[in-house]
């Protein structure tokens, strides 16, 4: 394993010292390491901490409608809608990008944008596209008049009783278990049971075909991608990376650190609809003997 980063020499870090580099270094980068195709993992701000039920210090989430502080600058871009943490930019004739302050702030756009589909309320909306930041709506009617409503809506976090529940049996035997676990300051067990035992939510998809993002660990879980990508991983493998949790849909490269594996079928063509997760979906993993 070469993403921790120790000192041949010298004393070593505390598991508090270890968690903090991890969370430093946990942006930026894609499932094979490069920076180019996954959105961004940002640090977390600096908050206030609680205790969560893991026992780890968790900071206590920032509210909705405060803009985050790389949520962008008013009056930067020509046709720009701006209020609170909310910011609209027209994309192309049809549709437009809504940028939001952060992954809670995202998901309880989205979640309203969904809500009022549903209703009829958003006439000529026809794909929805969620991102770590950000919400693409295509095919809107009439842009200028909707870019101008969005920063009116009220909107509070995403019901997720009404979301469907995936179940997802996992085998906690992937390699680097113990390099998670010994970042984390706890045994392979305790690693184990703590991953097992958040509520996570899809947030956003991309990567492959069936790959979700999954939200729900507390943020003093965050650990780094790999220094050095796999070249192949397999698929079913459950992997972590900043404070997402993943799983491979088939066979790839990739740099997040693999801590078990699954045999739920992510992506199956004959399915409808093909992939097991969506956003928002909410996803419980069962551990299973390995």
Known sequence: MT?????????????????????????????????????????????????DASGLSVPSPRPLGTRGADAGTPGTTPGAHEAGAVRVLPVGSRALLVELGGGEETAAFHAEVQRRRAAGLLPGVGEVVPAARTVLLDGVADPSALAQEIPRWEYAHPDDTAAGEVVVPVRYDGPDLPEVADLWGVSVQEAARIHASAAYRVAFCGFAPGFGYLTGLPDACAVPRRATPRTAVPAGAVALAGGYTGIYPRPSP????LIGTTGAPLWDPSRQPAALLSPGTRVRFVPEEP
């Open 3 to 51: 993403g921790t980063g120790h000192s041949p020499v010298g004393p070593r870090p505390s598991p508090a010292a270890r968690r903090e580099a991890a969370r430093a270094r946990s942006a930026g980068s894609d499932l094979s390491g490069s920076p180019a195709s996954a959105p961004a993992v940002p640090p977390p701000p600096a908050r206030s901490a609680s205790r």
């Open 254 to 257: 990739g740099g997040w650190q």
